[in-house]
């Protein structure tokens, strides 16, 4: 089993930059691929980003492309997402997620999950 924990969302004003860690623990997972996913009032669950954590391969959802990076830290067994040039339509609850084998855009995909961090832009 693996357990993630979220931190480090917060309150932030437009422009403005937020860096999100999760931590896991439970079992080594350098084959695992991790994943942020994020959930706005009212809305379906949407991916984020995805990285490999034994390659690097990472991969972004459009909206946040060029804003966001997802980075890990294998010695620490955490994942971050940096979070620059916010905006208010990046207001959610922000969740890391952890599967086997290469990452996936389908939250459906992934069998761990965080109890999430909320992130709210105001504008």
């Known amino acids: 089993q693996v357990q993630l924990v979220e931190s480090g969302g917060g309150l932030v004003q437009a422009g403005g930059s937020l860096r999100l860690s999760c931590a896991a623990s439970?079992?080594?997972?350098?084959?695992?691929?991790m994943a942020w996913f994020r959930r706005a009032p009212g809305k379906e669950r949407e991916f984020v980003a995805t990285i490999n954590r034994s390659g690097g391969t990472t991969y972004y959802a459009d909206s946040v492309k060029g804003r966001f990076t997802i980075s890990t830290d294998n010695a620490k067994d955490t994942v971050y997402l940096q979070m620059n040039s916010l905006k208010a339509e990046d207001t959610a609850v922000y969740y890391c997620?952890?599967?086997?084998?290469?990452?996936?855009?389908?939250?459906?995909?992934?069998?761990?999950w965080g109890q999430g961090t909320q992130v709210t832009v105001s504008s």
């Open positions: 439970g079992r080594t997972f350098t084959t695992y691929a």
């Open positions: 997620a952890g599967k086997d084998g290469f990452g996936s855009t389908n939250g459906y995909a992934y069998d761990y």
